[in-house]
């Protein structure tokens, strides 16, 4: 079921503002997106309750707090029953190396990005905690070389 929200222009330019610098005071919030203070204020909390708007968050440096590797894991669940499947979905959101999962169509049944130091940083999340969840049957690690792009902003 889509719970899709109609947005007009203003709208539309005060969520491209917020994704690129969501710090923005009210004032230059308006000012860049041609409109009142007072209405940016208001769009603004009813973008926020309509679920358009969800927290604000500061982006790390990975670099800065070393934890430089970007690993892609596939993931093939032993049972794609719920009682097999809930438990490993909650250990992933247990796990903060686990930065995104996605359950997946095709061959593997979920995709995970996993941020680490190290390649032995790595080698022991793989083989001494993921390998070791009893749901899990089979798994692939692809290591990313290099970010040719990545932005957390969704086109409006």
């Given at each position: 079921m889509s719970k899709q929200i109609s947005l007009d222009?203003?709208?539309r330019r005060i969520v491209e503002q917020l994704q690129v610098d969501a710090a923005l005071s009210n004032a230059d919030l308006a000012e860049r997106v041609g409109s009142s203070p007072a209405?940016?204020?208001?769009r603004?909390?009813?973008l926020e309750a309509a679920g358009v708007l969800g927290p604000t968050v500061r982006l790390v440096d990975p670099e800065a707090v070393g934890r430089s590797v970007n690993v892609f894991c596939n993931v093939r669940v032993s049972s794609h029953a719920r009682e097999v499947r809930g438990p490993f979905e909650d250990f992933v959101r247990s796990r903060?190396?686990?930065?995104?999962?996605?359950?997946?169509s095709g061959e593997w049944d979920y995709l995970l990005r996993v941020v680490v130091a190290?390649?032995?940083?790595?080698e022991h999340f793989l083989m001494r905690v993921l390998l070791d969840h009893p749901a899990?049957?089979?798994?692939?690690?692809?290591?990313a070389l290099s970010q040719t792009k990545y932005t957390t902003a969704l086109p409006v």
């Open positions: 222009p203003v709208d209405s940016v204020w208001r603004v909390r009813s903060r190396e686990i930065v995104e999962c996605h359950s997946m190290d390649v032995a940083d790595y899990v049957g089979g798994a692939a690690s692809h290591f």
